[in-house]
């Protein structure tokens, strides 16, 4: 069993239902409810219960001003909802290692839209080991492209 922690509008998915996906996510007003209602820093299932994590958390984090990594105190992601850049590098933090909990396995997806993956990836827990990086180009009129990043579970 795999689980699909911000399943949102499931965007990433061709097939919204897929068999073997639980989805999660926090948000009660989605178009496609979630099976489970949690938020990814604290998830309800016991320890190791999960093949795969999947992350694809809200990529509009703010605007990089100049003044530094995560530098607009506030932001309005895609999904309307307000989060301040210190909530997010925290929940990213948090997450990511429960993630480790609960999955032996991780993949994160992000699209390169205000930050790379690699300013996200800075938050994650050493005991995740990347195995794979796939990068796709979204479209011509955007040039945003998309990260699909593999991690495996390294502990001790």
Request: glycine share 6%; net charge positive.
């Amino acid at each position: 069993m795999n689980v699909d922690v911000t399943a949102g509008y499931r965007m990433m998915w061709p097939n919204k239902n897929p068999p073997d996906i639980l989805f999660m996510d926090k948000n009660t007003e989605s178009a496609r409810p979630p099976d489970i209602f949690a938020c990814w820093e604290h998830m309800p299932f016991r320890d190791d219960v999960f093949e795969t994590v999947f992350f694809d958390p809200p990529h509009k984090i703010g605007r990089t001003t100049g003044k530094g990594f995560w530098a607009t105190p506030s932001h309005k992601n895609y999904y309307g909802i307000d989060i301040s850049h210190t909530k997010f590098r925290t929940g990213v933090y948090k997450g990511t290692r429960e993630f480790l909990r609960v999955a032996k396995r991780l993949c994160f997806k992000w699209n390169d839209i205000e930050l790379t993956p690699f300013r996200v990836m800075s938050l994650f827990p050493k005991e995740w080991k990347q195995i794979n990086h796939h990068v796709i180009n979204k479209g011509l009129k955007t040039k945003t492209l998309t990260h699909w990043i593999t991690f495996v579970r390294c502990l001790g």
